[in-house]
C-alpha cells in the first residue's frame, strides 16, 4: 500500500477531488496548511502599505491507496493540480505498512 501526500494551491482541491473520483478514489482527506519552497513566500498590498507573506496558504490531500493505484492517483493529482506557474506543489508517495478500519476491524488493502 501507498501513503500519497499532495500540497497544492487552494483553488485547485475541487479539479483534484474530482480527478480522483475519476480513477475510482473513493475518499481522500483534506486539510488547510501554510508553507512555502522555492518561491519563498509572497508580496501582497494592504491598505497600501506592501508586506512580505513568508508562508503561502495551501492545501494538503492525503489518500491511500493499493500500490497497483499510485501511479494513477499521482497522475491524476498532478494533472488536475498543474496550472504550469510557480508553487503548484509536491507530492510525496510513502509506504504505508498497514490500515485498520475502526469499524469492521479490516487491515491491510480490505481496510481502503
Known amino acids: 500500500m501507498k501513503f500519497i501526500v499532495a500540497i497544492i494551491k487552494p483553488h485547485k482541491l475541487e479539479d483534484v477531488r474530482e480527478a480522483l473520483a475519476g480513477v475510482g478514489i473513493e475518499g ?15 508580496t501582497e498590498i494592504y491598505r497600501g502599505a506592501e508586506y512580505q507573506v513568508n508562508f503561502v496558504p495551501k492545501v494538503k490531500v492525503e489518500v491511500a491507496v493499493d500500490d497497483g ?3 494513477s492517483v499521482v497522475e491524476a493529482i498532478r494533472n488536475a493540480a498543474n496550472t504550469e506557474k510557480i508553487g ?20 491491510g488493502p480490505e481496510a481502503l
Not at 28 to 42: D, F, I
Not at 90 to 105: M, S, W, Y
Request: overall charge neutral; glycine content about 14%; cysteine-free.
Open 88 to 107: 503548484d506543489g509536491k507530492i510525496f508517495v510513502l509506504d504505508l505498512e498497514n490500515a485498520v478500519r475502526v469499524r469492521t476491524g479490516e487491515t
Open 28 to 42: 481522500m482527506t483534506a486539510s488547510e496548511v501554510k508553507g512555502y519552497g522555492r518561491q519563498k513566500g509572497q
Open 69 to 71: 493505484a499510485a501511479d
